[in-house]
C-alpha cells in the first residue's frame, strides 16, 4: 500500500509554462518534505512544512500543505530547463525519524 | 565539511557474495538512515538509526544488516546478495528533535546483482 500517490508520473512542458505536482494521502502526516533528485545524485531538501493550510514560497515554487494535513503541492510558475528533475515528497507521521516517500514526479522542462 | 559520503560508487556482485556499503557524515547528526530506490518506487527505508549504539528497522530490512558504533559512521551489511536487491542505495542523515530538520543524502551506490 502505497500511502503517498504523487501525480502525474511524468509531466513534460515548455520553457515557461506553469505547472502543479500533487502528494496525496488518505493519512495524517506530522509533516511533509519536497525533495529534488537529479540523475546519479541523492535527493536534496527543498522545503518542509508542518501547519496545516501552510504556503511556503522559494523563488518560483510555492509549496501547499492541505488544511488536514493529508495532501500537499507544488506549483512551479515559468519553468525552466534546471527545474528538469525527479520530485518527491516524503511525509512524516509522529517523529521525523521514519519518512514515507511518494514515487516521484520526472519532469522536463524543454527550452 | 563533506556531508555525507559512502563507498563504494558502483557495484557489483554475484548471488551468495557478502559486502559492506560505507556512510559517513561529518556533521554530528543523530539520525542516520539507509534508503533503497528502484524504479517507480521511491525511495524505501531500510533500517535507521537515532544514535550511537541504536538501530532499528524501516519498511524492508530484510538480508541487510547494520550497525553504528559511532555517530559518524552507518555502514549497511548484505549477508548474502541475491538478484532482487539490485538497486541504488541512499544514506542520510539529520539532527533528531526538530521536524523541520533537513536530511542529507549522500550521493548514492549502485548495486547490481548477478
Known amino acids: 500500500t502505497q500511502l503517498l500517490e504523487q501525480s502525474p508520473q511524468f509531466l513534460s512542458i515548455q520553457e515557461g509554462e506553469n505547472l502543479t505536482v500533487y502528494c496525496n494521502s488518505s493519512s495524517v502526516f506530522s509533516s511533509l518534505q519536497w525533495y529534488r533528485q537529479e540523475p546519479g545524485e541523492g535527493p536534496v531538501l527543498l522545503v518542509t512544512?508542518?501547519?496545516?493550510?501552510e504556503v511556503k514560497k522559494l523563488k518560483r515554487l510555492t509549496f501547499q500543505f492541505g488544511d488536514a494535513r493529508k495532501d500537499s503541492s507544488l506549483h512551479i510558475t515559468a519553468a525552466q530547463p534546471g527545474d528538469t528533475g525527479l520530485y518527491l515528497c516524503a511525509g512524516a507521521r509522529g517523529s521525523n525519524y521514519k519518512l514515507t516517500f511518494g514515487k516521484g514526479t520526472l519532469l522536463t522542462v524543454n527550452p | 565539511n563533506a556531508g555525507v559520503t559512502q563507498t563504494p560508487k558502483f557495484q557489483v556482485l554475484k548471488t551468495g557474495q557478502s559486502m559492506t556499503l560505507q556512510c559517513a557524515q561529518d556533521?554530528?547528526?543523530?539520525?542516520m538512515s539507509w534508503y533503497r530506490q528502484d524504479p517507480g518506487m521511491g525511495l524505501r527505508l531500510i533500517h535507521y538509526s537515532v544514535g550511537a549504539g541504536i538501530t532499528d528497522q524501516g519498511e524492508v530490512p530484510n538480508g541487510y544488516n547494520v550497525s553504528r558504533s559511532t555517530t559518524e559512521d552507518f555502514p549497511l551489511r548484505l549477508l548474502s546478495a541475491a538478484p532482487s536487491q539490485t538497486s541504488v542505495y541512499f544514506c542520510a542523515s539529520s539532527g533528531l528533535f526538530e521536524l523541520t530538520d533537513t536530511q542529507y543524502f549522500g550521493p548514492g551506490t549502485r548495486l547490481t546483482v548477478l
Open positions: 556533521m554530528n547528526h543523530e539520525y
Open positions: 512544512v508542518v501547519t496545516g493550510g
